[in-house]
């Protein structure tokens, strides 16, 4: 079975651009978790879609959002990037019923100048 | 709100060493907790869960004990391996579909050959 697939790898940006990142989950699962991981806060969470749907979401600003499509695929949007925003940006899968384990890609690297 | 303290890093060993990596958590109700691996360059795994007071769970020669009364959940290994060098995070969820994680700051484990 194939893994949580994230792309692109790695990605530099100026403040203020946007940017677009993209999660392909495991085949079969419905949800998709967003974490940002960075050595000053750690991992933190910004939010869960399940069938398309916003389930949970983290204490990130508004110029954070994503959405997830009918192939269970998944965005992430940032808007007028932050230095502050440079970070592993982490995406997990799971079939979305209690108590299932989450499965991480490997994160996307943003670095904003 | 819920969190959760980690014994801080790096851990240094010596193969075949036994480790402890210390968890303590607050949350107001009855959470699941997870301990996750991060090997180097790669995304999270989750290395064992437990879902209820004196739970324990293992996976591949680690244990972790779900205690209430203390609500702590301490990662263990009886004899470590250079391939054990790591980060581990320790992690809870108090959301029924386990979507939504709180993490450690996570601890570096090194072990020496």
């Known amino acids: 079975k194939a893994g949580v697939t994230q792309t692109p790898r790695y990605l530099i940006k100026t403040r203020g651009q946007q940017v677009t990142l993209s999660c392909s989950p495991i085949?079969?699962?419905?949800?998709v978790s967003w974490y940002q991981q960075t050595p000053g806060q750690g991992l933190q969470f910004l939010f869960e879609?399940?069938?398309?749907?916003?389930?949970n979401k983290g204490n990130f600003p508004g110029r954070f959002s994503g959405r997830q499509f009918s192939n269970s695929r998944s965005e992430m949007n940032v808007s007028t990037l932050e230095l502050g925003d440079s970070a592993l940006y982490l995406c997990?899968?799971?079939?979305?019923?209690?108590?299932?384990?989450?499965?991480f890609g490997p994160g996307t690297r943003l670095l904003v100048l | 709100g819920n969190s959760v303290t980690q014994m801080e890093g790096p851990v240094t060993l010596s193969e075949e060493a036994f480790l402890t990596i210390n968890c303590t958590y607050t949350a107001t109700g009855y959470p699941s907790l997870f301990w996750y691996v991060q090997y180097p360059g790669e995304g999270l795994q989750l290395l064992l869960k437990a879902t209820k007071a004196d739970d324990k769970g293992s996976n591949k020669g680690f244990e972790a004990t779900y205690r209430k009364e203390t609500t702590s959940f301490h990662l263990e290994k009886g004899s470590v391996q250079v391939s054990d060098s790591a980060v581990y995070f320790c992690?809870?969820?108090?959301?029924?579909?386990?979507?939504?994680?709180?993490f450690g700051a996570g601890t570096i484990l090194r072990v020496k050959s």
């Open positions: 992690a809870l969820s108090e959301e029924e579909y386990g979507n939504k994680l709180v």
């Open positions: 997990a899968s799971s079939s979305g019923l209690a108590f299932r384990p989450l499965y």
């Open positions: 085949s079969g699962h419905r949800s």
């Open positions: 879609y399940f069938s398309e749907t916003q389930r």
